[in-house]
């Protein structure tokens, strides 16, 4: 399985940036897609996951209403749509993926990851 995320850049405050993930390989055993993000020094944290049928999403407290988790089963793709970017967003953004029936925010869930792409929000 590969993962590859794509679509950081930097952009201003309140600014707005569309990441995508695109799964590919032995992807069948993959039913939960998620992002997370790793700020310098600190350590990998939730920000969304999704479903494999897109029914079910869940997003850290810190970006609900902000951030919006879609994904396109056609195109073997997860996007995240980050709205109203703060300073605080800053970071590498990863796509993971998890074999499990239900949704979760634990990162030890996930068993493949993509490269990260960078988020860089400031003036």
């Known amino acids: 399985v590969q993962l590859q995320a794509f679509g950081g850049g930097l952009v201003q405050p309140g600014g707005s940036l569309r990441l995508s993930c695109a799964a590919s390989?032995?992807?069948?055993?993959?039913?939960?897609m998620g992002w997370f993000r790793q700020a310098p020094g600190m350590q990998r944290e939730f920000v969304a996951a999704?479903?494999?049928?897109?029914?079910?999403?869940a997003y850290a407290d810190s970006v609900k209403g902000r951030f919006t988790i879609s994904r396109d089963n056609a195109k073997n793709t997860v996007y995240l749509q980050t709205n109203s970017l703060k300073p605080e967003d800053t970071a590498v953004y990863y796509c993971?993926?998890?074999?499990?029936?239900?949704?979760?925010?634990?990162?030890?869930?996930?068993?493949?990851w993509g490269q990260g792409t960078l988020v860089t929000v400031s003036s």
């Open positions: 993971a993926g998890a074999s499990r029936v239900v949704i979760t925010d634990d990162i030890r869930d996930y068993d493949y």
């Open positions: 390989g032995s992807i069948r055993s993959i039913t939960v």
């Open positions: 999704i479903s494999r049928s897109g029914a079910s999403t």
